[in-house]
């Protein structure tokens, strides 16, 4: 099986548990797929530095859930995943985010290219939420707290988007985070500086991360 890590430098799920639920972008940019134990690379997808799962949208042959990528600190999006269209967009007002997630309720939430926690409920603009700085990366759990990674590779947790409150999360001694998601069995997997992926099933400020070599 490839290790997820050599070639991933960031990932996501949008389904239950199917395998094929499985996203993210290699180091050459572009968007992969997890099928049949190994990474397919996506036509017409590359040139974006992190993917996340998009909202759920109503078309002619049913739902379909949209994918956002990100390149130039813009959001791009992909209605159908592997149709052979190229992204599209940019989304109006998206310039400055490097990273992005979305709440049980499609709310768009973002770190800016300042590090800062903002919000986008479907407008234009993007607000700023007082009190959160540093930010390089982020996931929204499946409670709806916010699972963030810092600059200086700390993980922190929150019980929602507009609490004040940061609560460190244990990091193996020596680790530096640069990329969190939550799979959809609610296991936390975090990529380290140096390649390395590893996995917690709560975390918290006294976390046991175990080293894995695949996401599923």
Same mark, same amino acid.
């Given at each position: 099986?490839?290790?997820?890590?050599?070639?991933?430098?960031?990932?996501?799920?949008?389904?239950?548990?199917?395998?094929?639920?499985?996203?993210?972008?290699?180091?050459?940019?572009?968007?992969?797929?997890?099928?049949?134990?190994?990474?397919?690379?996506?036509?017409? %997808?590359?040139?974006?530095? %992190?993917?996340?799962?998009?909202?759920?949208?109503?078309?002619?042959?049913?739902?379909?859930?949209?994918?956002?990528?990100?390149?130039?600190?813009?959001?791009?999006?992909?209605?159908?995943?592997?149709?052979?269209?190229?992204?599209?967009?940019?989304?109006?007002?998206?310039?400055?985010?490097?990273?992005?997630?979305?709440?049980?309720?499609?709310?768009?939430?973002?770190?800016? !290219?300042?590090?800062?926690?903002?919000?986008? %409920?479907?407008?234009?603009?993007?607000?700023?939420?007082?009190?959160?700085?540093?930010?390089?990366?982020?996931?929204?759990?499946?409670?709806?707290?916010?699972?963030?990674?810092?600059?200086?590779?700390?993980? +922190?947790?929150?019980?929602?988007?507009?609490?004040?409150?940061?609560?460190?999360?244990?990091?193996? !001694?020596?680790?530096?985070?640069?990329?969190?998601?939550?799979?959809?069995?609610?296991?936390?997997?975090?990529?380290?500086?140096?390649?390395?992926?590893?996995?917690?099933?709560?975390?918290?400020?006294?976390?046991?991360?175990?080293?894995? +070599?695949?996401?599923?």
């Amino acid at each position: 099986m490839q290790v997820l890590t050599t070639v991933i430098v960031s990932f996501f799920f949008i389904g239950l548990s199917k395998s094929t639920d499985i996203f993210g972008v290699d180091c050459g940019e572009n968007l992969v797929q997890y099928a049949d134990k190994k990474w397919k690379t996506l036509s017409n %997808s590359c040139c974006v530095s %992190s993917a996340s799962r998009g909202p759920t949208i109503q078309t002619p042959d049913g739902e379909v859930k949209m994918i956002y990528g990100i390149t130039n600190n813009e959001i791009f999006y992909k209605t159908q995943i592997d149709d052979g269209k190229s992204w599209q967009g940019p989304i109006p007002g998206s310039l400055g985010i490097q990273d992005i997630d979305m709440t049980s309720d499609q709310t768009i939430v973002g770190v800016n !290219k300042e590090g800062k926690l903002v919000t986008n %409920s479907g407008t234009n603009s993007w607000y700023n939420i007082p009190g959160n700085r540093n930010l390089k990366a982020l996931t929204v759990l499946h409670n709806d707290k916010i699972l963030a990674v810092f600059e200086d590779g700390s993980m +922190k947790i929150k019980d929602s988007l507009y609490a004040r409150k940061w609560n460190k999360v244990q990091s193996p !001694k020596g680790v530096k985070f640069i990329e969190v998601a939550q799979k959809p069995d609610k296991t936390i997997v975090g990529v380290t500086d140096d390649g390395k992926l590893l996995t917690t099933k709560e975390p918290k400020k006294k976390t046991q991360w175990r080293d894995r +070599k695949s996401v599923v």
